[in-house]
């Protein structure tokens, strides 16, 4: 009876530290370019925990991230987001890259340049189906926008903002692909700048949960079936 009860209690504290794994991350606003299908992943049903920050994984997902090239070869290229995320960009045969409206090549990618990269984002590294090189001198910025970026041991900030689904359900839904996930992660890079965009979740209502790594805040914003940014959290 003795060694039943200690098994017992074993199994309980497992369940305990699978289940207290840690915060979701989600973002998402309006979308402006009408991006196509590249790099897309299947959608499938989702409850995932993860961590805040660049520790959250949900692997390889529909999503992105946008911010200024630092280095370029051949198959890849590196950024690092307004919040300081470092992110590597790996080309494919199918990326297409556009320059604002019109569509161009890789070589329009060089050092210093502002771009937004969609594509199948697994942790902190995306595989590119479109990459958009974009003016510089943006207005938004993530300290007007909220965003408190990933620092490893902070704690991450809690804070609603807008409207949250009434019956939102942390971790439930449908993981999403181009072009509905592209669109959501473009509208949430726009309203709150600096994570990296790891999945788009279609919740029961026919919005969308965006989930953002690579920060303290935001995790997760919702978008509504329009694109329009929601509310966050």
Known sequence: ?????????????????????????????????????????????????????????????AGGSSGTVNSVSKSKFTITTPAGQKVTVKKASSTKYRKGTSSSSASAVKKGVSVLVLG????????????????????????????????????STSKQVGQIPANYSQGSGTIVSAPAAYKATEAALAAYPGGVVDRVVK?????YEVHNIGVNWPHHIFVSRAFKVLGAN
Not at 16 to 44: M, Q
Not at 203 to 207: I, Y
């Open 120 to 155: 199948a984002t697994n942790g902190t590294t995306i595989t590119a189906g479109r990459v958009v090189v974009q003016p510089t001198g943006g207005s938004t910025t993530p300290a007007a926008a909220g965003v408190v970026p990933f620092k490893r041991g902070a704690q």
């Open 203 to 207: 919740l029961s209502n026919g919005e």
């Open 1 to 61: 009876m003795f060694s039943g009860r200690i098994t017992s209690s074993i199994a309980i504290g497992a369940t305990a530290v699978a289940i207290g794994g840690g915060a979701y991350g989600i973002v998402s606003a309006p979308a402006s370019t009408g991006l196509g299908t590249a790099a897309t992943a299947s959608s499938s049903s989702v409850t995932i925990p993860g961590k805040g920050g660049s520790n959250a994984r949900s692997g390889p997902a």
